[in-house]
């Protein structure tokens, strides 16, 4: 059983935060040991802010970790892919530091959600991009996609980009906060559902209006595909 899972985006601003504190709430609701994490946050100081959007929309005051800089090592203050931020803060991104904090929330926590920065291909540091450390930590892996227009071309490009990595993509989640239109929304999910239980059907597909509505049913499915496989 894996404690952490990744969770990751087809692009900046997909709402990768947003699902990620939501996803947090309901494991926690369910009686699941849960904390987030971000393993890099950039134009930033001081608590990563995307930490403290999701202790906001899990209802939860900071945690110890979060103030002692646990759950996010990494925070750079320029707003760029993190080895740009780390060069212009005259730093490096620690994936060894990384980890070991990992570990540690993994002697107290069930279950670790961790935020990636951007998408699946933004680079952490010289030839790593986000794609790698999934991949070298073999982390099972949420992909957030979004109603945005063009969200169905990079959904797509990404899906079958961790089939081709041999990445674990375990489910996507569409992401309908701050729809613009309405119907590219709908019509939308409906190609990237469609195009998922056609060629990957062991990939989860959730919508999340279906995840705000906190159903027993899909947090058992939740549970089951990430926690106990």
Do not use: W
């Not at 994490?37 to 929309?57: C, E, L, M, Y």
């Not at 569409?174 to 939308?188: E, G, L, P, R």
């Amino acid at each position: 059983m894996h404690k952490q899972i990744f969770i990751s985006g087809i692009d900046t601003d997909c709402g990768k935060t947003y699902i990620t504190g939501l996803i947090a709430l309901k494991l926690i609701s369910a009686g699941i040991n849960c904390i987030t994490s971000k393993i890099v946050q950039t134009g930033s100081t001081g608590i990563a802010d995307d930490i403290i959007a999701h202790r906001r929309i899990m209802n939860a005051d900071l945690f110890p970790e979060d103030i002692e800089g646990v759950t996010c090592p990494m925070v750079y203050s320029f707003p760029a892919s993190p080895h740009l931020s780390a060069l212009i803060d005259k730093q490096s991104v620690d994936l060894i530091k990384i980890n070991e904090n990992i570990k540690f929330l993994e002697q107290k926590y069930d279950i670790i959600l961790s935020e990636g920065a951007g998408g699946l291909c933004v680079p952490l540091a010289n030839n790593i991009i986000t794609a790698d450390y999934i991949l070298n930590n073999k982390l099972p892996l949420i992909l957030v996609s979004s109603s945005h227009l063009g969200s169905i071309n990079h959904t797509i490009l990404s899906i079958d980009y961790c089939v081709n990595n041999n990445l674990n993509l375990r489910a996507v989640v569409y992401n309908s906060f701050n729809t613009h239109d309405v119907k590219i929304s709908a019509s939308s999910f409906s190609f990237i559902q469609d195009y998922i239980v056609d060629k990957y059907p062991g990939i989860e597909v959730i919508h999340s209006d279906f995840l705000k509505e906190s159903s027993p049913q899909l947090i058992k499915r939740i549970i089951e595909r990430f926690i106990k496989n």
